[in-house]
């Protein structure tokens, strides 16, 4: 005959399984959240969100503006400083120190392109460079992107000035002049040069 046991000694002493219930969320929670969600709104409604996207980091052109005209670099471009712009527009591919990424981005230091002839260095600035390309003996295949459109003379200038002077380069400044002029001379370009294919004759 089959008996009817009741909760053994160890069943007892179990806890039993907890339940969510219906307890209410907590006001702090509440409270919390609609905080966070009124800051999010108020913060995006207060945002300037008219920032130029070429200025890379979000800086206005204003800020890259040394803290006296003869603050910046001897030559072209001495009201803008140098450093501050390769850092806004360039130092995310060729990196802090010019060393470029392997295989990737091609070094600015001890380049033969940024020490070589102005007007090249100028020119691939201004219109970009895609397709194979070979810097200190290295083989690259990617592209730059041109920044004719993204920056006066005088900004240029100073960035390239810095870029001939950092990292082992010691060539001489780049003047506004010398941009302005070889804006000029290749204002009817609308494509970017073709690496290797255009650029080895214009070192």
């Known amino acids: 005959m089959n008996r009817i046991h009741g909760p053994n000694a160890q069943e007892t002493r179990e806890h039993p399984e907890p339940q969510e219930g219906n307890n209410p969320v907590p006001w702090v929670v509440i409270g919390l959240t609609a905080f966070l969600m009124l800051f999010g709104i108020v913060y995006i409604l207060r945002s300037n969100l008219t920032i130029a996207p070429e200025l890379g980091d979000g800086r206005e052109l204003a800020e890259l503006r040394a803290a006296s005209p003869g603050a910046g670099a001897a030559g072209g471009g001495a009201a ?3 450093a501050a712009a390769y ?6 591919c060729h990196q802090a120190g010019g060393t470029g990424l392997p295989g990737v981005f091609p070094p600015l230091a001890q380049s033969e392109y940024v020490t070589g002839k102005e007007s090249t260095l100028i020119a691939v600035v201004l219109h970009g460079i895609e397709g194979p390309l070979t ?3 290295q083989a690259y295949n990617g592209s730059m992107p041109a920044f004719a459109a993204q920056v006066d003379d005088a900004e240029l200038a100073a960035l390239l000035t810095h870029v001939r002077s950092q990292w082992g380069n010691s060539a001489g400044p780049i003047s506004a002049e010398a941009v ?7 204002a009817d370009r609308n494509k970017p040069y073709q690496g290797d294919a255009e650029l080895t004759a214009l070192k």
């Open 80 to 82: 803008v400083d140098g």
């Open 87 to 92: 850092t806004a527009r360039c130092a995310a």
């Open 135 to 137: 810097v200190k003996g």
């Open 180 to 186: 302005a002029a070889a804006r000029a001379d290749t």
